[in-house]
């Protein structure tokens, strides 16, 4: 006779071996229709591991020199998911800001505070309280050091400390044109400790492409430009306005995105443009990387598109249709969720041992009119298999349980981190003080709480417009701390932080960063 050999009857170790290859879900469904696969579940750190990781929406770096046992790193990982339920705004350390507030971009990445000044042309880079293993960069550039190019306007600035880049780009005057017509805009690529060019880049200076052709057009000058990054990906949004011939001819206007992958290339075909009928504001459209090979352009709609193929236009791949229309729209994706490669974080984040899944982080869009805050799961666009192919697809299906809308009085300040959202905002009680909260978005967090935080599963509707429902679970935790409103400038939120930029009105236009560990 030939024995059968089943799974149940092979030894335990490569039993979990096995399973170790399925998706976290495929093990949960595993898990839950055997008895005998329970308890190896059960008996099993590292299949836990996985778990945990897969319901906080995280993912294991490859090749990693950790030789911590994973029961360790299990316990880590849930210890560090609880606390954030029971984050402490009381205990902080403050770092002194000289002039903070004459910046009129300020953001927080990996560790670092990066400030620019447009009107004094001056930025800076400093490390915050920087961990013994973290490599850190500080760097400040008087006015006028930034771009040496006689003629030349700095029109934005990117720093990313963990490919060590600076970008800028400028635009410089034709001098002997009395139309200031531009002659040129350039982006230029350093080192951002040193004013070497950068060792990764194809080039010390990135080609932008001129507009769409237009007719009557006897001046172009570029009045908005705003610089993204995200891996060896580099996108410029600029907003040309076109002045005609003829006084009395309208004068149009355009938004171009160009797309370069920097580490190959000087020049770039990936363009994106469109007219703007009336120049109302100079921020007509917003877009973000959905890892490094998706991009999200928004304007009435959300249009997504494929950059695999960096040679041709951007690939149009769907578009999802808004509930309403909104204005002023500002995407929150701060760079430590971009996506780099396992090189770069072993080298920059020792003892990384997980990053966020691209597939699954969230995406936060403010609008001041209507006065709404809306958090979306990436999820949507990567699942495109699984929603109707008729195009553009309605709101119905693929916004309410994908989705949370929030509304807020004037000067919410919100900020976003892999499954974390961030929200300071005032309430109709408390139009004098901030109230914080924390909202955690992972399938986890209901599981791991601990009885702190409230869960939301139910769906909630808001009124503008028009009636939105929307359902996507989360557990929000509200602090007990207060903050003056005439003083809280910014939050922002990491892995393990939470970051709060208060004025110090006593010292005109200097501030203080406080800096809450988790």
């Known amino acids: 006779m030939q024995t059968k050999t089943g799974f149940l009857s092979l030894a335990r170790e490569l039993q979990c071996y096995i399973l170790s290859f399925l998706p976290y879900r495929d093990i949960l469904r595993c898990t839950s229709v055997c008895k005998a696969l329970r308890q190896i579940y059960v008996s099993s750190s590292g299949l836990q591991y996985i778990i945990e990781l897969g319901g906080q929406r995280l993912l294991p770096v ?101 490919q060590n880049l600076i970008a800028i780009v400028y635009s410089v005057a034709d001098e002997y044109d009395h139309l200031e017509s531009e002659k040129m805009v350039s982006i230029d690529l350093r080192a951002l400790d040193g004013d070497s060019i950068h060792p990764k880049a194809a080039g010390r200076t990135l080609i932008v492409s001129g507009p769409a052709p237009c007719d009557n057009v006897n001046r172009i000058k570029t009045t908005f430009a705003k610089l993204k990054g995200c891996g060896r990906h580099i996108a410029l949004q600029r907003t040309l306005e076109l002045d005609g011939r003829n006084r009395n001819y309208p004068r149009p206007a355009q938004w171009q995105l160009q797309i370069w992958d920097w580490q190959n290339s000087l020049v770039s075909n990936s363009v994106l443009s469109d007219t703007i009928p009336h120049l109302m504001y100079d921020d007509p459209i917003e877009f973000c990387f959905l890892g490094n090979d998706r991009l999200l352009v928004v304007t009435d709609s959300l249009k997504l598109y494929s950059i695999e193929d960096m040679s041709q236009t951007p690939q149009f791949l769907v578009c999802f249709q808004l509930p309403i229309p909104v204005s002023n729209l500002c995407c929150h994706l701060p760079l430590d969720d971009i996506e780099h490669s396992s090189s770069q974080l072993q080298m920059h984040t020792q003892q990384t041992m997980y990053t966020s899944d691209p597939t699954h982080r969230l995406l936060c869009f403010t609008s001041s009119f209507p006065n709404t805050v809306l958090i979306i799961s990436t999820r949507i666009f990567f699942n495109l298999d699984e929603i109707a192919a008729a195009t553009p697809i309605p709101w119905n299906l693929w916004g309410p349980s994908n989705t949370r809308f929030f509304t807020r009085l004037i000067g919410c300040k919100v900020h976003i981190s892999g499954h974390r959202v961030l929200q300071a905002f005032t309430t109709p009680d408390t139009l004098a003080e901030y109230e914080v909260h924390m909202m955690d978005f992972s399938p986890l967090a209901v599981l791991n709480r601990q009885g702190l935080g409230r869960v939301v599963k139910e769906p909630s509707t808001i009124q503008t417009y028009m009636k939105i429902t929307t359902s996507l679970p989360y557990v929000d935790v509200v602090s007990d701390s207060k903050f003056d409103v005439r003083n809280l400038q910014h939050i922002w939120l990491d892995k393990d932080r939470v970051y709060l930029l208060n004025a110090n009105w006593d010292s005109p236009q200097s501030g203080r960063l406080d800096v809450i560990d988790i």
């Open 62 to 162: 490859p090749n990693t020199d950790n030789h911590t046992p994973t029961s360790i790193c299990l316990q880590t990982l849930r210890d560090r998911a609880h606390a954030w339920f029971k984050f402490d705004l009381h205990s902080f350390k403050t770092i002194a800001l000289p002039e903070i507030l004459y910046a009129n971009k300020k953001f927080v990445t990996n560790g670092h505070l990066c400030l620019w000044d447009k009107d004094r042309d001056q930025a800076s880079i400093i490390p915050i309280l920087p961990k013994p293993s973290q490599r850190t960069i500080k760097r400040h550039w008087s006015p006028g050091t930034l771009c040496l190019v006689p003629h030349s306007t700095t029109l934005d600035v990117l720093m990313d400390p963990v």
